[in-house]
């Protein structure tokens, strides 16, 4: 499989690689490519929480000198903590910090199932869903599987969330919301979900996403 390297950015365009022998023209290493897009959706924070969570595995001197996530992913690679066929504790990391989002992209590592550039999000309505889908787990609770089906989310795919969080809400809530994500794909907007809320007369719900999403675009401008 050819895994074409994710955005850094609105605005960021990847240069294309030279061939590499026994690959196709263009092809790049596509675990690097992985560990490329999960770097660039780490917050500064996310970064401090991934560090912290490493140090037994690269000492604290050594944690206190990485500033980006690519360069604690390198400490990592050398170590033999990940690897392309080892991504257990790459996963684990990225649980402990909350970024189902970023762990998804994982899980499509390993079933083959990464998209293609023209079919990813825009890196700003990435943002918009994240903070989106903490309001809804945190606020609509067992509502959750009315909404999933506004959303047009299949049984299949609920009834998956259902039996691998049933013993916590507001993960199973997350994972149907990050379900969703993933099968929409590019199509996934924070605009479909405030609606959806709407037709659930969980109007409340869909004011507070709103307030959360404008003082999130506030901050950016």
Known sequence: ??????????????????????AGPCAVDPFRCLLLSISSGLSAA?????????RDKI????????????????MLMERR????????????????IRRGDLLTLVE???QGELQAPEDQQDQHEKRLLKVAFEVIRDNVGRDWKKLMREL??????????????????????????????????????VADLIKALQRCNLRL???????????????TK
């Not at 903590?81 to 402990?96: G, M, S």
């Open 1 to 22: 499989m050819d895994f074409v390297c994710g955005e850094l950015g609105q605005d960021a365009q990847v240069p294309a690689a030279g061939p590499v022998p026994g």
């Open 46 to 54: 996310d970064v401090e929480e991934v560090k912290f969570l490493c």
């Open 59 to 74: 000492g604290k001197g050594k944690s206190e000198m990485v500033r980006v996530g690519l360069e604690l992913f390198d």
């Open 81 to 96: 903590v990940i690897a392309p066929d080892h991504l257990e504790f790459l996963k684990d990391l990225l649980r402990n």
């Open 108 to 110: 499509q590592f390993e």
């Open 152 to 189: 047009g989310l299949p049984e299949v795919k609920l009834d998956k969330v259902e039996l691998a969080y049933r013993y916590n809400l507001e993960e199973m809530v997350f994972q149907a919301l990050q379900e969703w994500q993933k099968w929409k794909g590019k199509d996934a907007k």
């Open 205 to 219: 719900v869909a004011d507070w996403v709103e307030e959360r999403l404008s003082q999130v675009n506030s901050e």
